[in-house]
């Protein structure tokens, strides 16, 4: 019988308001396809400038720069209001965070909980400049801050045993 994998990699962490601003932005950024929203956000600016004072076209060039506005706003919104409110009072920011991962699982404790979660819990993996987001559904994620990383060695433990373990890795702004 094989022995289980004794290797694991040790984090211990104090989550700041922040990093889960910087998280959320970076799952939005991923969620989002900022390219085609601000060509969009352009042509529809565009169209309702040109034909704003056409008496045919009138209330299409009023219906573009009314849904070029509702998405500039969106677009503001999740990336400067949204995560700055999702942030405010935020337990997860008022204790250490200590994570133990192994080929086997992850031991996530917290001053709230202690839990062993499973590698096939989680889907995919973006890594973003500054995090490491686990995704364990479309909208929940774990957030693992490079920064916490003791070493070069550590982080390329890290990133080996996400390799292995998680099939689909993305990886932006890296």
């Known amino acids: 019988m094989p ?18 601003v910087r998280a959320l932005r970076a799952y939005n950024t991923s969620r989002l396809n900022l390219p085609l929203d601000i060509l969009s956000l352009v042509v529809l600016i ?3 400038a040109i034909y704003w004072q056409s008496p045919s ?37 008022f204790g250490i965070t200590s994570l133990v991962l192994t080929s086997e699982d992850i031991h996530i ?3 709230q909980f202690d839990s062993r979660i499973k590698w096939s819990i989680y889907s995919r993996v973006l890594i973003s400049r500054h995090f490491y987001l686990l995704y364990s559904c479309s909208r929940q994620f774990t957030v693992v801050p490079k920064r916490v990383f003791k070493s070069v060695d550590q982080q390329i433990a890290f ?12 990886r932006r702004g890296t």
């Open 159 to 170: 990133e080996s045993l996400l390799a292995e373990q998680i099939p689909k890795i993305d």
């Open 57 to 93: 076209l009138h209330r299409l060039a009023v219906c573009a720069v009314a849904l070029s506005v509702v998405l500039a706003l969106r677009l503001v919104a999740a990336f400067t209001v949204i995560p700055a409110l999702a942030g405010r009072g935020e337990s997860k920011f």
């Open 46 to 48: 565009g169209f309702g």
């Open 3 to 20: 022995e289980p994998d004794t290797t694991s990699i040790s984090l211990s962490f104090l989550y700041t308001k922040n990093d889960y």
């Open 109 to 111: 404790r917290t001053s």
